[in-house]
């Protein structure tokens, strides 16, 4: 806080807390009760599943259960101690021994990790036996180990690398449980699936079930660079590097480790896909030694991104094209040198001739000429180059209506498809352009028939949100997983295509940009590590639904209390829908600002410049023609089943219209509506629903911890204000450009509002925003620079009553200005604009809302906004409205 306020702040603290007849409500200043009554049903559960045989009744039970605080450090690996008797009581057949049949660092991982879980959850501390004992235990070990100790146990011969089996067997006249797996990390996988049973309170009665992952790849990619920022992340610093070297306290990396193997992700690239060189320099290597040893317990391979002119820039040589013999040289040197230090290193990730890094095509060469310099070097070390398909050109002509960015990848990547070497996965984004809220899958992914391929999933919420906003991603991801691309005229579904399946490809798999951080809930929101959780358990297997995701989750994050696990796995489900319909519906893109943060609103920046992810709005219509008849071709870059879905109006889903068609805002959706009404109700609906999430979640008050129910209510109720933000800005700018009225009155037209430029105001003056849509009316106010308090007044002509306040304000992240608001001379609230959202000036970024409760208000009560400005935010803000009030909202 600027020392010029403190003294006056605290001065208005203490001067609120000795007031009591006017109550102004903080959004996430809810109380909630520390001990509460729950009810817990459990389930009947059945399987009939080939090696899942159970079934068990439990009964219903209430029980008091305390609410601890919590942070979101643990995730989902939390072992909440299962309180109540009659349910640990399941869990007593439980043996109270433990034997690893072997001595590896992954195995005696696991068996700690066992032991850890065993004792959160059920209380109890299993011995750590190093030979039979004469008694039941839970047996670890790989097949190899179980067939010299105990030969008379049948393995499953299906089972591959990180499968596992969880077996009830009898040894030695012993009941005992054993956990198996052709290689190590495999039985730490099932370790962590028999623990995640456990505290879903699931039987283990007969347990005989036998899991396999759908693909040997199950990566993320974590975009940190050196000096500890990191590319789109969202959640604080890095956790691998500072100040340009690997950290020196590197626990969370190790815990980070934990979490990733606990889904079955077994490979982490921990820098930024803009590579830094420096990571290649020789003194390097012992530092990324030491991440790959915190990782190493926990099978998660390490890799690294490299940037192709690294031989020159790091090696000193005069070139960096891949066929000069010396470049190749250099590389098989280096590659044997991070060998020597880290033996099982997995090898790397390049990003070249893309948004300006350098690559190939500097020397007339090709990306698989790249590629396969790298991978030779790593061959003889069973490491992999992942290249990125995310190679085009972004100073495109934007006059062009042939040009198109979709087609890059498909047009570069799959003439060379055969040319790569079979350790070279090429690692495709989920849709042809970039993360959008909803894209087609990428025809790339379709489009390599001799080339190992990865798809890409962004786990950050770059485009969808920033962590701020609730979206949970598996809903997305399954329809790009599901979609069949139906590639020699045969049924061949993305996810089934990116396993290596479809075409007998021995790699493939998933790729997740991450981008956890510092923060001690990894990803900011303490919802969305649901998404990490969901690409882990995608990768592990595809067919799982959303709901079943969201629903597990729920559990091992929020325990089982059935009303919790039904809002919450509600509240995920319907968040990519709500987001979508605030933001860019019928796949024209995210609409927002593409030119700086990828945040808020910014309909137009995409219209006019080199980057290509135009929607091509005017005022007679909208959409990208990408058809073959009559656009840029693109749609011809898929297989003819899907093409054919997508090559006329009418048959594309209203989803993805504007993606592929430039249709008149007056064109009819399947739905009966036109695009611009769509467009406004969907707005209209989306912010609604937004408002509804929290809702929802103020109905879980009493049943999560305060910590975790605060930390949510806060972002659940900035999302709604900012969803209203999304719905003015784009109904507006459609509304200006294409002069069509909203047939519901309500674009453009706000009964309940009091623009700010429109009150009376001492000191403050009004300001253009920019884009003007960003701002109600275009206008805000800000204190002129001398000032060092601003007051804007308006009067209250509405009936007695009960009434809501929201204040509009723009919340920088170069000052902290302080707001206080006044009815009549009562002071009713006050707060500092002391968010970091990603803006320096008013905007859509910038605009945040001040929601306060619970006022009765009189025809002829004054209104004073009283701003204090700081730095360089001279407290702006941009209307007032007032609602009823619904105390139950
Ligand atoms: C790491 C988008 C993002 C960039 C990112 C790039 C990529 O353009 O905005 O931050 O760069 O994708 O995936 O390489």
């Known amino acids: ?424 996965i090429i690692q495709i984004k989920y849709g042809p352009i970039d993360f959008q809220v909803r894209e087609p899958a990428s025809p790339l992914l379709a489009g390599l028939h001799s080339t190992n391929e990865a798809i890409e999933l962004q786990i950050t919420q770059e485009y969808l949100g920033q962590q701020r906003h609730l979206c949970f991603l598996p809903s997305l991801w399954k329809e790009v997983l599901d979609f069949d691309m139906h590639a020699d005229g045969r049924s061949t579904p993305v996810k089934e295509l990116v396993a290596g399946r479809s075409w007998h490809r021995p790699l493939g798999g998933f790729v997740g940009v991450a981008d956890v951080g510092m923060d001690a809930n990894w990803l900011g929101h303490p919802l969305a590590m649901a998404n990490l959780y969901g690409f882990g358990r995608l990768a592990w297997d595809p067919n799982l639904s959303a709901g079943a995701i969201a629903e597990e989750w729920t559990r091992l994050t929020f325990g089982n209390d059935p009303v919790v696990v039904r809002t919450i796995t509600a509240m995920q489900l319907t968040s990519w829908h709500i987001y979508e319909s605030y933001t860019g519906p019928l796949g024209a893109g995210t609409l927002t600002n593409i030119l700086g943060s990828h945040y808020g609103p910014g309909i137009e920046s995409s219209e006019r410049n080199g980057w290509g992810q135009w929607h091509r709005a005017d005022h007679e219509g909208i959409g990208m023609d990408r058809s073959v008849a009559t656009g840029t071709g693109y749609v011809g870059q898929y297989p003819p089943a899907a093409a054919k879905l997508y090559e006329s109006t009418k048959a594309t889903p209203d989803a993805l219209l504007l993606f592929f068609h430039h249709v008149p805002y007056t064109y009819v959706l399947h739905s009966g509506k036109t695009v611009i009404q769509h467009i406004y109700d969907s707005h209209y609906e989306g912010a609604d629903r937004a408002q509804e999430l929290v809702r929802q979640w103020k109905s879980l008050d009493g049943h999560v911890d305060e910590e975790r129910y605060a930390a949510v209510l806060a972002r659940l109720n900035y999302q709604a204000g900012h969803a209203i933000v999304w719905r003015d800005a784009v109904c507006t700018w459609f509304f200006r450009l294409s002069g069509i009225a909203d047939a519901h009155g309500r674009v453009d037209h706000y009964p309940d509002r009091i623009e700010a430029e429109g009150m009376q105001l001492q000191g403050y003056s009004p300001v253009e925003v920019t884009p003007s849509e960003t ?75 001040r929601r306060i409760t619970g006022l009765a208000l009189r025809p002829g009560d004054e209104i004073h906004i009283q701003g204090f400005p700081d730095g360089e935010e001279h407290a702006p803000l941009d209307y007032v409205e007032i609602h009823t009030w619904q105390r139950d909202q």
């Open 1 to 424: 806080m600027a020392t010029r306020y403190r003294g006056l702040y605290s001065k208005m603290r203490a001067k609120k807390a000795a007031r009591g007849t006017w109550q102004a409500h903080a959004p996430s200043g809810t109380s909630h009760l520390g001990l509460h009554k729950r009810a817990l049903f459990i389930l009947l559960w059945g399987h009939a599943m080939k090696y899942f045989y159970l079934s068990f009744c439990l009964g219903l039970l209430t029980l008091p259960v305390s609410v601890a605080a919590e942070d979101g450090h643990d995730a989902w690996l939390r072992y909440a101690s299962i309180d109540a008797a009659s349910m640990r009581a399941h869990y007593d057949m439980l043996p109270a021994t433990t034997l690893a049949l072997g001595d590896s660092p992954t195995l005696k991982t696991t068996q700690a990790e066992l032991i850890r879980g065993v004792r959160g959850m059920l209380g109890r501390t299993l011995r750590a036996d190093a030979n039979f004992p004469h008694e039941g235990a839970i047996v670890l070990g790989t097949f190899g180990d179980v067939k010299t100790t105990l030969p008379a146990i049948n393995l499953p011969t299906s089972l591959r690398e990180d499968g596992f089996l969880l077996k009830t067997v009898v040894v030695k006249g012993f009941p005992c449980l054993l956990i198996t797996a052709p290689n190590d990390r495999g039985v730490l996988y099932g370790v962590f699936a028999l623990l995640s049973k456990i505290a879903r309170h699931q039987s283990l009665t007969g347990l005989d079930e036998a899991q396999q992952p759908s693909a040997p790849i199950r990566w993320v990619n974590e975009w940190d660079n050196l000096n500890g920022s990191i590319e789109r992340g969202y959640a604080g610093g890095s956790i691998f590097f500072e100040n340009g070297s690997v950290r020196a306290d590197l626990t969370r990396a190790g815990d980070y480790a934990r979490i990733l193997a606990s889904v079955g992700i077994n490979g982490c690239t921990i820098n930024n896909v803009n590579a830094d060189p420096r990571v290649l320099e020789d003194s390097f290597l012992p530092q990324l030694a030491r991440v790959a040893k915190v990782f190493r317990p926990w099978g998660v391979t390490l890799s690294i991104s490299v940037d192709m002119s690294s031989p020159k820039v790091v090696g000193g040589l005069d070139t960096f094209d891949p066929l000069d013999p010396h470049v190749a040289e250099w590389w098989q040197k280096k590659v044997d040198a991070i060998y020597k230090q880290i033996p099982d290193f997995g090898g790397v990730v390049v990003k070249a001739d893309s948004e300006g890094r350098l690559g190939p095509s500097t020397y007339g060469r090709t990306p698989a000429d790249a590629a396969n310099v790298i991978a030779r070097a790593l061959k003889p070390h069973g490491g992999v180059v992942f290249y990125r398909a995310f190679v085009y050109n972004h100073h495109l002509d934007w006059r062009d209506p042939k040009n198109d960015r979709a087609r890059a990848a498909y047009d570069i990547f799959h003439p060379l498809d055969g040319k790569f070497d079979e350790n070279v």
């Open 775 to 849: 701002a109600s009316g275009g206008k805000a106010i800000e204190c002129a620079a001398q000032e060092q308090s601003c007051e804007a007044t308006f009067r209250f002509d509405r009936p007695a009553g009960w009434y809501e306040l929201d204040v509009e304000y723009f919340d920088q992240n170069n000052g902290e200005s302080k707001f206080r608001v006044l009815v009549g001379n009562q002071e009713v609230d006050e707060w500092v604009a002391s968010d970091h959202l990603p803006a320096t000036k008013l905007n859509g970024d910038s605009s945040a809302r």
